[in-house]
């Protein structure tokens, strides 16, 4: 037997993909968002896509910049990942305030969070209103990960990922099924 789910937490039923951090930078401001909206959509070209709510002040400088990075960030980042959830860049510099360092993107003027274990580099392809959000689509330009974690696919017996289920939940990842 199956139960209804609510459709303001239906969502959650597919959203269970890494956490990641969303770094950008307009007009001189730098700003890190947590994005668990986060979903390949293209292999040619490789291409992701991000949903960001317009109320959020990253929003405006990805949208002013065209560009923004998707670092991921593994279980060791947990708390640094729910504080910059939880904040303001208009209110509070996230990379001071969480101790990240800003490396600079190899194609992009964003800064990349060197404390993740992994970066990717992307430039907005097309933007698409979806009422309170706005889904960024974003060509991948340059990818980087630590070495050992990643071949064709995250190894992950070398590394934890965070998964958000919605609202207050989170979950770690850990256990590979090949087929």
């Given at each position: 037997m199956k139960q209804e789910v609510p459709l303001k937490h239906s969502l959650r039923l597919v959203n269970n993909g890494p956490v990641v951090l969303v770094t950008s930078r307009y007009e001189g401001?730098?700003?890190?968002?947590?994005?668990a909206w986060c979903s390949p959509v293209s292999h040619e070209p490789p291409a992701l896509a991000i949903a960001v709510k317009k109320t959020r002040f990253s929003y405006g400088l990805i949208k002013g910049a065209?560009?923004?990075?998707?670092?991921?960030p593994d279980i060791k980042l947990l708390d640094k990942v729910i504080f910059c959830g939880k904040h303001s860049g208009s209110e509070i510099d996230k990379f001071a305030a969480c101790g990240f360092s800003k490396?600079?993107?190899?194609?992009?003027?964003v800064p990349v969070i060197g404390e993740c274990v992994a970066n990717i580099e992307?430039?907005?392809?097309?933007?698409?209103?979806?009422?309170s959000h706005t889904i960024f689509v974003g060509k991948i330009l340059y990818a980087v990960v630590e070495a050992g974690l990643f071949t064709d696919h995250w190894l992950l017996d070398k590394v934890t990922l965070i998964h958000h289920l919605g609202d207050k939940y989170y979950e770690k990842s850990g256990t590979s099924i090949i087929t």
């Open positions: 401001k730098d700003n890190i968002i947590t994005i065209g560009a923004f990075v998707v670092n991921i490396s600079p993107a190899k194609y992009v003027d992307c430039k907005v392809m097309k933007d698409m209103d979806c009422d």
